[in-house]
């Protein structure tokens, strides 16, 4: 009996560590096994593996939901605003960076951007809606990946000035001196040692990006500019009464974040975390 | 003569640092600034959200003055800040136990450190999907328990239990960052003063760690109080407003209410309050930071 006190005592975190992780793990497993099976079938056992798999479900969800249709809006969406992104960011993050000790004008930019950072999306979203319904931007994807860039251009800068601060001045002079612009001074050499930075932050970029659900809610309400979020949104609640349809829809949307998530994780873990860490 | 060539000089040298910030006051011109100023106009009008704004009366400070006036406003206020609180608490107590958990030395810790985070790679939308069903079938059928999304008393913990299994990977990574940052030297001598696993955690690690506190704190607590996608997702604000949070509740008086006037006023008095939370809570935790 002490025995097992002992041990229960010794390895009680590691305990507790299996059964998070079973818990955290299980929406994933009914998810799987729900997708599979027949409303019936499910009703009858919630938790068991499917006795037949039903790959027809997955047939039927594809194209009720339209998932190619989204997928192509979603890729459209994702990498051009994630390019323009680390594009606008880093190029303004450089001028900031090098000139905020001297000028006034650019410290206060770098300010301005920081206290830009709490607006939330929901705060201008009236405004946003009814500027892009005047210059017709509602319903396309320009439009919505205007506005995510735009909204997440302040903590790129952010992150991207912190970085670029840890960057000797001395290479950019010495390319200056030999003749370089300053547009190719940044490109040739500035932008490629800034390579870490742009990994994690185009990283966890993309995944916010692609799960992206305020921005396209307001923006893209018509059917054939929907992300997979917002086609989902639709697709589900149409069909809470037939779990099984909308988890192979579910199923079939991860694929592509996993896939993702699984190349892409240290740079993932790093954006996450860099910009938080220092605060 | 002189004198001008150099004034060439640094004025062509300002517009070259200029165009460096081109693209970004494209962009945050349009998607931020712009609106934010429009908004400004908008929250002093009756606008409805659907004729043409300009046509749109000028109603000085009456928005304003309502909201005051009017106490439906506290029942998205509440909601969204009982929504912060449990995702701040549940969000920062996972990530750290997580945190501790993961980064001791046993199999499949890493596994582990993955199956935690795995979830914050999905939408609201999916995440809410998933948990719809666990509410609605599963945990009745397994516990015969109730459907906590449908009860208006449990809803808003309903979906912060969500968010915290969808969200806690994140402070988890950042927790882990702060943890292995710790020199281990500091354990060992605490070992030899003869302190047990408890005091060296509430003497040495929380100390060390505080400015991931700060960070993880300010961020889960100000990005949850103006939070809107997750609950039109799982539960469109229902049942009867108990979950319509103060995101979700300005997002419906423009597409719901039509009074996007005085959803756009309220927006800026949440933000005003959001800020000044974030300077209180911010300020609080940075008091207690350790230099390392």
Avoid at chain 1, 66 to 77: Q, W
Avoid at chain 2, 184 to 191: G, I, Q, R
């Amino acid at each position: 009996m002490t025995n097992a006190l002992k041990w229960l005592k010794k390895n009680f975190m590691v305990l507790l560590m299996w059964v998070s992780a079973i818990i955290f793990i299980l929406p994933f497993y009914i998810a799987f096994v729900t997708s599979f099976k027949t409303p019936l079938e499910s009703a009858k056992s919630l938790l068991s593996l499917p006795t037949v798999f039903h790959f027809e479900n997955y047939a039927q969800a594809l194209k009720m939901s339209s998932f190619f249709v989204s997928l192509k809006n979603s890729l459209i969406f994702t990498i051009c605003s994630v390019v323009l992104i680390i594009v606008s960011a880093s190029m303004a993050a450089y001028v900031i960076a090098r000139n905020m000790k001297r000028k006034r004008f650019y410290a206060f930019l770098e300010k301005f951007f920081l206290a830009a950072i709490p607006v939330a999306f929901e705060i201008i979203m009236i405004p946003v809606y009814q500027l892009f319904y005047q210059m017709n931007l509602i319903n396309t994807l320009p439009g919505a990946i205007i506005a995510k860039v735009g909204m997440s251009i302040p903590f790129a800068l952010f992150m991207f000035i912190g970085f670029i601060k840890t960057i000797p001045v001395e290479l950019e002079e010495a390319a200056y001196i030999d003749g370089a612009g300053k547009h190719r001074t940044f490109w040739t050499i500035v932008f490629p040692l800034l390579k870490p930075a742009v990994a994690s932050l185009a990283a966890a970029q993309i995944l916010w990006t692609w799960n992206d659900f305020s921005v396209s809610l307001i923006l893209l309400q018509k059917d054939s500019v929907k992300t997979i979020p917002l086609q989902q949104f639709v697709f589900f609640g149409q069909y809470t009464s037939n779990f099984n349809l909308g988890f192979a829809a579910a199923i079939v949307s991860m694929i592509p974040i996993y896939i993702f998530f699984a190349a892409a994780q240290k740079y993932i873990v790093a954006g996450m975390t860099t910009g938080a860490v220092k605060g | 003569m002189q004198v001008s060539a150099r004034k060439i000089h640094s004025i062509k040298a300002s517009a070259t640092r200029l165009s460096f910030l081109l693209p970004t006051i494209f962009f945050f011109g349009i998607a931020m600034l712009i609106p934010f100023f429009l908004g400004i106009r908008v929250a002093f009008t009756d606008w409805d959200g659907i004729t043409p704004l300009s046509m749109a009366n000028y109603v000085g400070l009456h928005n304003f003055v309502s909201i005051f006036h009017n106490s439906d406003v506290l029942r998205p206020l509440r909601i969204a800040i009982i929504y912060a609180l449990l995702n701040t608490l549940g969000n920062n107590f996972f990530g750290l136990l997580f945190a501790v958990g993961v980064t001791k030395k046993y199999r499949f810790n890493k596994a582990h450190r993955l199956i935690f985070f795995m979830p914050a790679a999905l939408s609201s939308v999916l995440a809410a999907f998933m948990w719809n069903y666990i509410y609605s079938n599963v945990l009745p059928q397994i516990l015969g328990v109730e459907n906590y999304l449908s009860n208006p008393s449990s809803v808003v913990a309903a979906v912060s239990v969500i968010t915290i299994w969808g969200g806690c990977g994140v402070p988890m990574l950042i927790y882990i960052a702060g943890l292995t940052s710790v020199p281990s030297s500091l354990y060992e001598s605490a070992v030899i003063d003869g302190a047990n696993a408890f005091q060296q955690f509430w003497k040495i690690t929380i100390p060390l760690i505080m400015q991931s506190f700060t960070v993880n704190i300010t961020i889960t607590f100000t990005n949850s109080l103006s939070s809107a996608g997750l609950f039109l997702a799982a539960t469109h604000g229902g049942p009867g407003g108990a979950s319509e949070s103060m995101g979700l509740y300005i997002y419906n008086f423009l597409f719901k209410y039509n009074k996007a006037g005085y959803g756009q006023a309220l927006a800026y008095l949440f933000l005003a309050f959001i800020v000044v939370l974030a300077v209180l809570i911010s300020g609080i935790f940075r008091k207690r930071e350790v230099e390392m």
